[in-house]
C-alpha cells in the first residue's frame, strides 16, 4: 500500500517540476516577443505568404518536369484523326 503514496507522491512532484519549466518558457516567449507590434506581425504574415507562393511555383515546376513531354507530330496526327472521326460521322 505504501508503494501507492510514493507513486501518487512521485507524479505530483514531476507534475509540479513540469509546470514550472512550462512557466520559465512562457516567461522567456513574452520577454522575446515584449516589443513585437502589429507591423511587424503583419511584415512577418506578408512574408510567409510570399514563401509559400514561391515554394508552391517550385513545386508546380518541379511537377512539369516529371510529367513525359508528348511531341508536336503527335499532338497533330492526333488532331487530324480526330478530324477525320468527325467527317466520316458526319458523311456517314
Known amino acids: 500500500m505504501e508503494y501507492?503514496?510514493?507513486t501518487a507522491l512521485g507524479c505530483s512532484i514531476a507534475a509540479f517540476a513540469l509546470s514550472l519549466i512550462a512557466?520559465?518558457?512562457?516567461?522567456?516567449?513574452?520577454?522575446?516577443?515584449?516589443?513585437?507590434?502589429w507591423e511587424t506581425l503583419a511584415n512577418l504574415t506578408g512574408?510567409?505568404?510570399?514563401l509559400k507562393r514561391t515554394s508552391q511555383t517550385l513545386n508546380n515546376r518541379l511537377?512539369?518536369?516529371?510529367?513525359?513531354?508528348?511531341?508536336?507530330?503527335q499532338i497533330i496526327q492526333q488532331m487530324l484523326d480526330h478530324q477525320n472521326v468527325e467527317q466520316i460521322r458526319r458523311n456517314g
Open 63 to 73: 511537377n512539369g518536369m516529371n510529367k513525359a513531354v508528348i511531341p508536336q507530330e
Open 47 to 50: 512574408d510567409i505568404a510570399a
Open 23 to 37: 512557466c520559465a518558457r512562457i516567461g522567456k516567449f513574452v520577454q522575446a516577443t515584449a516589443d513585437t507590434d
Open 4 to 6: 501507492v503514496i510514493y
